[in-house]
């Protein structure tokens, strides 16, 4: 397929940040992708990427400090859970998990993946292969059957680029999630994110900070061109933001980063430790339905 992206390793010598992480810290948007062997990818997809498997992330967990974490249907895969699914079960408990469905899945089908430890379903816009509704009329429908379950709807979109982002949003019976810090260029700076904020500010909606190599317009760590639009989120709602690696960091366009490198800039965005361990620990527990 010429037209996918090229998807480089993660880097396989991660190190520690440089502040320590509280107990009880989750990374809350990671993938597993293969073996390729077992587990067919998507032809829609956009991007092959290579085997990253639970034994790596785990690895990667312990020399970071993070204790459990959310494993994010990638597009690769459309909506065959199966990968995710097995690594979850495989992780004794240690990792939940947001999957992609379609308006066709059944009621048993959605009491399994709850059972399995599912809390939210993934939509996304950006990348190809990822969205599984016609509509957002079908993604509203699908809102209103996981309701009652206390799921989430996770959306990966530029969210500068969704007409009536607020309104739409606001209609949705779920909370909102939204990938990679909304995922508008950094270069651009503040201004396109103005209707996200103040959707931010409504309080159903929640962001990750993750993906700032996605949105830099730099080539290395640290993505300093990222530092406002991430102090600016965590400023207007700090009990709704929250943390992930995005590990490996698939079809990455610039040089792979080191994964305790983009774990220090958080401590760039969140200096006050009390802010960290809600971004880190209070948020996700929230979020997923947990208590501590």
């Known amino acids: 397929m010429p037209d996918m992206l090229p998807c480089p390793p993660p880097d396989p010598h991660p190190r520690a940040p440089r502040f320590k992480l509280p107990p009880g810290a989750w990374d809350t948007h990671g993938h597993i992708f293969g073996p390729e062997s077992r587990y067919a990818y998507s032809p829609r997809r956009g991007y092959t990427p290579p085997d990253a498997l639970l034994d790596a992330y785990g690895a990667l967990h312990r020399t970071l400090g993070v204790s459990r974490g959310v494993l994010t249907q990638p597009s690769v895969y459309g909506v065959d859970n199966t990968a995710m699914l097995d690594a979850m079960a495989r992780s004794g408990g240690r990792l939940m998990g947001v999957a992609s469905v ?14 399995a430890g599912v809390r939210g379903l993934r939509i996304n816009l950006a990348d190809k292969g990822g969205n599984p509704f016609a509509s957002f009329a079908d993604v509203q429908t699908m809102g209103e059957r996981i309701e009652d379950m206390g799921w989430h709807m996770e959306f990966l979109i530029h969210v500068h680029e969704f007409p009536d982002l607020r309104k739409t949003f606001s209609s949705l019976p779920v909370h ?9 260029p950094a270069p651009e700076g503040l201004d396109p994110l103005r209707e996200f904020m103040d959707l931010l500010k409504e309080g159903r909606t929640w962001v990750k900070l993750t993906g700032a190599y996605r949105i830099t ?17 965590i400023e207007a709602a700090p009990e709704r933001i929250i943390w992930g690696t995005d590990w490996p960091h698939p079809a990455c366009k610039i040089p792979i980063p080191n994964d305790g490198d983009l774990l220090d800039q958080l401590f760039d965005w969140a200096p006050d430790e009390s802010v960290r361990e809600r971004i880190l620990v209070e948020n996700p527990l929230k979020l997923l339905g947990i208590e501590r």
């Open 217 to 233: 317009g730099l080539e290395r760590t640290p993505y300093t061109d990222v530092d406002p639009i991430a102090r600016a989120l």
């Open 176 to 184: 909102s999630v939204f990938g990679h810090m909304g995922y508008v």
């Open 102 to 115: 379609d308006k066709e899945v059944s009621e048993a089908e959605l009491t399994r993946l709850h059972d």
